[in-house]
T-cell receptor
Framework: SAVISQKPSRDICQRGTSLTIQCQVD?????MFWYRQQPGQSLTLIAT?????????ESGFVIDKFPISRPNLTFSTLTVSNMSPEDSSIYLC??????????????FGPGTRLLVL | QQQVKQSPQSLIVQKGGISIINCAYE??????FPWYQQFPGKGPALLIA?????SEKKEGRFTISFNKSAKQFSLHIMDSQPGDSATYFC????????????FGTGTSLTVIP
């Protein structure tokens, strides 16, 4: 399985500011995903980020609010722009991988805990 | 629309008991069903997974039971331990969707000594 790190691990931000979250993987991966997990809730996919192409956003998420970069096969960033308290959440990076039988799966990073005041 | 429905929302089990978490799906195109375990302050970790061509998969104390006709699958934790206390998510995916996963709503498991 891939080893995934995220920076920062947590942050407290003021409303109206922006925060960029970094995701680093120890191996080259084609597919990377960004999720949001609100307290006590399930995981909601924000976007899929494949190297060499524009990120694909899910319904309810837009590029202006959550711009994503994917400069190479081991790194991606998610920016949460013009933050409001409603953006307080855990942001998770995941990567696509393969398990037995060539089955595609996903591995998650430790998450970034964001509190917006 | 919730693609994968998970129950119960929370579960309390005595140490040594069996924990059972259930998930149901509608889309018969799903062909991969993983379970994730998430401890507080951590990201979800892949625990065990199954494909619909088998009815059961066991890894240590963790077993997935899969009922294709009922479109249901469940996670059984045998001899539950306090260290198993975590939130468990089921998920489903299908080929051709760019590896998109559909997650259940999660089950908070507490194993009391």
């Amino acid at each position: 399985s891939a080893v995934i790190s995220q920076k920062p691990s947590r942050d407290i931000c003021q409303r109206g500011t922006s925060l960029t979250i970094q995701c680093q993987v120890d191996s080259q991966v084609t597919m990377m995903f960004w999720y949001r997990q609100q307290p006590g809730q399930s995981l909601t996919l924000i976007a899929t980020a494949n190297q060499g192409s524009e990120a694909t956003y899910e319904s309810g998420f837009v590029i202006d609010k959550f711009p994503i970069s994917r400069p190479n096969l081991t790194f991606s960033t998610l920016t949460v722009s013009n933050m409001s308290p409603e953006d307080s959440s855990i942001y998770l990076c995941s990567v696509g991988g393969r398990v037995a039988g060539n089955q595609e799966t996903q591995y998650f990073g430790p998450g970034t805990r964001l509190l917006v005041l | 629309q919730q693609q994968v429905k998970q129950s119960p929302q929370s579960l309390i089990v005595q140490k040594g008991g069996i924990s059972i978490i259930n998930c149901a799906y509608e889309n018969t195109a799903f062909d991969y069903f993983p379970w994730y375990q998430q401890f507080p302050g951590k990201g979800p970790a892949l625990l065990i997974a199954i494909r619909p061509d088998v009815s059961e998969k066991k890894e240590g104390r963790f077993t997935i039971s899969f009922n294709k006709s009922a479109k249901q699958f469940s996670l059984h934790i045998m001899d539950s331990q306090p260290g198993d206390s975590a939130t468990y998510f089921c998920a489903a995916s299908m080929k051709g969707t760019g590896n998109q996963f559909y997650f259940g709503t999660g089950t908070s498991l507490t194993v009391i000594p």
